[in-house]
């Protein structure tokens, strides 16, 4: 398919082609996107979708590529990055509302400024308001399904929806969005009324508990396996002699077992073989299944 002249006669702004990956993973890894889109609205972003729909061109969306293990190969059709291009924030007495590529960190300042506690444990989760919502993200005890309220996505046709907390089926690490293969465009979430002061303290807390605890200057994906029920990957990791475990660049954190890390240039079938291994030596060594976290996307 001619995806350059397509496009071109569409004249969409923001487009790519044949763009590398790596650079849109906080995992370093991926390779080439037949088309990268990065829509700056809501209007335009459903405009893609109703063009790919109607060309019938396949479609890949992704935040800030925090939890991805993108092939080498890299995706086919159409990728479209919802991250800094997508972000605002409003709020509105105790709402606050996001677009799905706001970081975390940002909509938590926001919140913050205002006086208003809620987001501070998920502060730190290195990844954008939509994916957060997608996979009900949390930390320290708190979770998106505990916020949010109301939540719009599109599907792959350009249509929007309209969810309320209920209807989102949030669970560990899973919503609708995955369900019924959504793509989150915003969220509103009800905060409370605080004391600004011990909101920012609690925020600072739990930021210095991320710094000195993860290795959040490497290139990692986050927690790369989920908690398996009686126990936590990193502990598990851990008892079997794993930490700091490398195999090329591919290796197990030293700061934190739960993380697996890119130490330069691993490619994605080196990273998804190590993942594999050390799974495989825990199940052997403790009898626990840890299942990967990180999602596998593209051509494999």
């Not at 906080?26 to 809501?42: E, M, N, Q």
């Not at 335009?44 to 890949?60: D, R």
């Amino acid at each position: 398919m001619d995806y350059k002249s397509l496009y071109n006669n569409k004249k969409f702004t923001n487009i790519d082609f044949d763009k590398d990956l790596n650079t849109y993973t906080t995992f370093g890894i991926g390779g080439p996107a037949d088309v990268l889109a990065k829509p700056t609205s809501v209007e335009e972003l459903e405009e893609l979708l109703k063009f790919n729909h109607e060309n019938n061109i396949k479609t890949f969306v992704m935040g800030k590529g925090s939890n991805l293990l993108v092939s080498d190969k890299g995706i086919r059709g159409c990728v479209i990055v919802l991250a800094d291009n997508f972000d605002d924030v409003k709020i509105e007495g105790n709402y606050l509302t996001a677009l799905s590529g706001t970081s975390l960190n940002k909509a938590s300042l926001a919140a913050i400024d205002e006086g208003l506690a809620g987001m501070e444990e998920i502060s730190g989760i290195p990844g954008s308001v939509g994916g957060a919502v997608s996979m009900n993200a949390g930390a320290y005890g708190g979770e998106i399904k505990d916020i949010a309220v109301e939540i719009k996505a599109f599907d792959f046709e350009g249509k929007l929806h309209t969810f309320k907390n209920e209807e989102m089926s949030f669970s560990y690490r899973h919503s609708r969005i995955f369900d019924d293969n959504l793509i989150v465009v915003s969220a509103k979430f009800k905060l409370e009324k605080g004391d600004k002061h011990i909101i920012t303290e609690k925020y600072l807390d739990y930021t210095n508990r991320r710094q000195t605890k993860q290795p959040l200057d490497k290139k990692s994906a986050g927690s790369t396996f989920k908690r398996p029920e009686g126990s936590y990957a990193s502990k598990l990791i851990d008892e079997c002699g794993l930490r700091g475990f490398r195999e090329g660049d591919c290796q197990v954190s030293e700061k934190h077992c739960g993380f697996i890390i890119n130490r330069d240039k691993a490619t994605c079938k080196q990273m998804l073989d190590f993942i594999n291994h050390v799974s495989s030596i825990v199940k052997e060594e403790t009898g626990f299944v840890l299942e990967r976290e990180v999602k596998l996307v593209g051509d494999l």
